[in-house]
């Protein structure tokens, strides 16, 4: 079993900037991917960014180049640092690890 805790979401206006944590605990190795998924109201919830097992990161056609995926493997996290938000960023953002577990999401709205 893995848990995951997301922490860092809130409301940031246009351009601003947001970082998001997730802390994993259990059963949870260098060799497990991790990523954030989104979901916003009424869509079906997308692929932002990951990182596989060789720590490769792949990222969302849009987010690339506002979006930045790390790994602290010492502390089992990984982070989404979101650069120029923009208003369609907004969406409740998941992380996620090998084996499909989720976290329970943290809110990111970008408004004026």
């Known amino acids: 079993q893995v848990q995951l805790v997301e922490s860092g979401g809130g409301l940031v206006q246009p351009g601003g900037s947001l970082r998001l944590s997730c802390a994993a605990s259990?059963?949870?190795?260098?060799?497990?991917?991790m990523g954030w998924y989104r979901q916003a109201p009424g869509k079906q919830r997308e692929l932002v960014a990951n990182?596989?097992?060789?720590?490769?990161?792949r990222y969302a056609e849009s987010v690339k180049g506002r979006f930045t995926i790390s790994r602290d493997y010492r502390k089992n996290t990984v982070y989404l640092q979101m650069n120029s938000l923009k208003p369609e960023d907004t969406a409740v953002y998941y992380c996620?690890?090998?084996?499909?577990?989720w976290g329970q999401g943290t809110q990111v709205t970008v408004s004026s």
């Open positions: 990182i596989n097992r060789y720590g490769l990161p």
């Open positions: 996620w690890t090998s084996g499909d577990y």
């Open positions: 259990g059963s949870i190795t260098s060799q497990n991917a």
